[in-house]
């Protein structure tokens, strides 16, 4: 929309003082944070990341920001809409459609990343609402519980150096025990293993909303540069300093009609319930 339109034009037509967006930004403090960054980025080159039940994407679009090649991406996905999404927005990455509970689609997965020399990373977000607290009821044979073990187990059969799993807080106290095998598997795969709650707004969101984050590692020095950054993120708003805009502030660039002082959105706590016995 305008609110990209315009300053791609500025950046289009400007001289050799660069757009007027950007003259009171110190050009040789960019340029060096830019080599700088892609310094950085050369030892993420050869990574191999599997993402499985990957929705559209969004842990693999970080990782793209932080130097990893779509052709080293192995991504698992049964939903027809965000498959459609990912094949346009990862053309180059290995994408493998269908339940994870397949073990066809196992088999595929595995392949794909041997192919690539194997797993850097792994990542799945699990689903959260069997556990969720926001969900009225919590059954204990919710056919979704099943598919976030087998994408567990397929995780760790990958064997990566890292392994990122995420799901709502309340899958440790609402579905213990579905916690506590996910919890073992993961142990027997990895020496370090780690849990962690962090809010989207410590990071830069502007929602309370909290996430689990369960995470495997075969460094305990990777495990620790996970837990210290946590941790930072956690004592930066402790300490009063702002990480996330505001919903107007976020939605301004794309036009908030003026006179509006608030947006509001539909609370999920009384959705209609997950009632079906076949796959989700």
Not at 127 to 136: E, H, K
Not at 203 to 223: D, E, H, K, Y
């Amino acid at each position: 929309g305008d609110a990209l339109r315009k300053p791609l034009n500025a950046l289009v037509s400007c001289g050799p003082r660069g757009p007027r967006y950007a003259w009171k930004r110190d050009m040789q403090r960019l340029l060096a944070e830019h080599h700088r960054r892609r310094r950085l980025h050369r030892s993420y080159n050869d990574m191999v990341v599997l993402a499985l039940l990957a929705g559209v994407g969004g842990d693999l679009a970080a990782l793209e920001a932080l130097g990893i090649k779509q052709h080293n991406m192995v991504v698992n996905e049964v939903c027809p809409e965000a498959l459609a999404f990912l094949r346009q927005r990862f053309p180059d990455a290995t994408i493998v459609p269908g339940d994870v509970r397949d073990p066809r689609v196992q088999h595929d997965v595995l392949s794909a990343c041997a192919a690539k020399g194997g797993a850097t990373i792994a990542t799945a977000g699990i689903p959260c609402q069997p556990g969720s607290s926001a969900a009225t009821v919590h059954h204990a044979d919710d056919p979704r519980i099943v598919v976030g073990q087998k994408a567990v187990e397929l995780l760790c059969r990958s064997q990566p150096r890292l392994l990122v799993i995420e799901d709502a807080p309340g899958f440790k106290t609402n579905q213990r025990k579905a916690y506590d095998d996910v919890m073992t598997a993961v142990k027997k795969a990895f020496k370090c293993v780690e849990t962690r709650t962090l809010g989207a707004f410590h990071c830069l969101l502007p929602t309370g909303r909290n996430r689990l984050f369960i995470v495997g590692a075969t460094s305990q020095r990777v495990m620790a540069a996970f837990t210290r950054t946590v941790h930072q993120q956690k004592l930066a708003v402790k300490a009063g300093k702002r990480t996330e805009p505001t919903p107007l502030e976020l939605l301004k660039p794309y036009g908030i009609p003026r006179g509006v002082k608030g947006v509001f959105y539909n609370h999920m706590r009384y959705a209609k319930l997950f009632k079906g016995a076949g796959p989700p």
